[in-house]
């Protein structure tokens, strides 16, 4: 406690260089990397709800998420050729 109220009443925070707005809490890469992190732990909260209450094997629940994954990878796909080809008109 006494080395932080030196650091704060000797100003020594002014010798130490300011996080880049890259890092910062705001900054785009921060605001993915939360998103990222809230999607693994609605992807853990669905896994333990397919396990255990529905009675799911752990190889039928990966087998869910693969599937789903492999859905939406085509569903992005198309709507990705079809915005693209109409861009090209």
Not at 9 to 33: A, H, Q, T, Y
Not at 54 to 64: E, F, K, T
Request: aromatic share 16%.
């Amino acid at each position: 406690k006494a080395a932080f109220i030196n650091f704060i009443s000797d100003e020594e925070w002014k010798s130490i260089e300011p996080v880049s707005s890259w890092f910062g809490p705001s900054s785009f890469l921060m605001s993915s990397m939360s998103a990222l992190f809230k999607l693994s732990m609605w992807i853990r909260h669905g896994h333990g709800y397919l396990t255990e209450n529905l009675g799911i094997p752990v190889w039928g629940s990966y087998a869910v998420f693969a599937l789903t994954t492999l859905f939406l990878g085509m569903v992005l796909g198309l709507v990705s050729e079809i915005l693209g080809a109409g861009c090209a008109f």
